[in-house]
């Protein structure tokens, strides 16, 4: 013996169709993100972590500077894909943030690299893109030696 099944629609379970056409998007509302699209969300210190590691791989060569492209502004691209030297690898030891506009956050780390402690500033704003990374700098200690200059 053979069974027979149907589908049954299930009426209360089904969602409501739309009464027109989807609506349309222009390529230029797409590649800008429209009006549809909502403000980047405020980032953790967690994920400012990860982004200054990922920036600090690409600053020792450790990572193809065309990588963190779209999360840094092109001047500190520029500093990431110059000549390629020989960098000692940094690991960041701490991390702070603060948030001194509600569109800024601004992070310092301390990082080792061959034993050496160095500081690391940046800065991070939002854009209708996301967030991105317009000042990157791995400060470094003067030489011994050497004077230290003072501003006037």
């Known amino acids: 013996m053979i069974e027979e099944h ?4 299930l009426i209360h379970c089904e969602a409501a169709r739309r ?6 998007v222009t390529p230029l509302e797409h590649r800008r993100g429209g009006a549809r699209c909502p403000a980047p969300r405020q ?4 994920e400012v972590g990860r982004v200054l590691n990922m920036l600090l791989e690409a600053y020792d060569g450790r990572r193809p500077a065309a990588q963190v492209r779209a999360l840094v502004a092109p ?3 520029a500093g990431f894909s110059g000549p ?4 000692p690898r940094h690991r960041t ?5 603060c948030t001194p506009a509600p569109d800024v956050i601004e992070a310092c780390a301390r990082v080792e690299a061959d034993g050496r402690s160095f500081a690391l ?10 967030w991105r990374c317009v000042r990157f700098a791995v400060l470094k ?6 004077p230290l200059r003072r501003a006037a």
Do not use: K
């Open 6 to 9: 149907r589908l049954r629609t």
């Open 19 to 24: 009464a027109g056409p989807p609506p349309s």
């Open 43 to 46: 980032l953790e210190a967690s």
């Open 75 to 77: 001047e500190v691209y």
């Open 84 to 87: 390629s030297r020989t960098r």
């Open 93 to 97: 030891q701490t991390i702070h943030t």
């Open 121 to 130: 500033a940046a800065r991070f704003t939002r854009t209708a893109r996301g």
């Open 141 to 146: 200690p003067q030489h011994p030696g050497r």
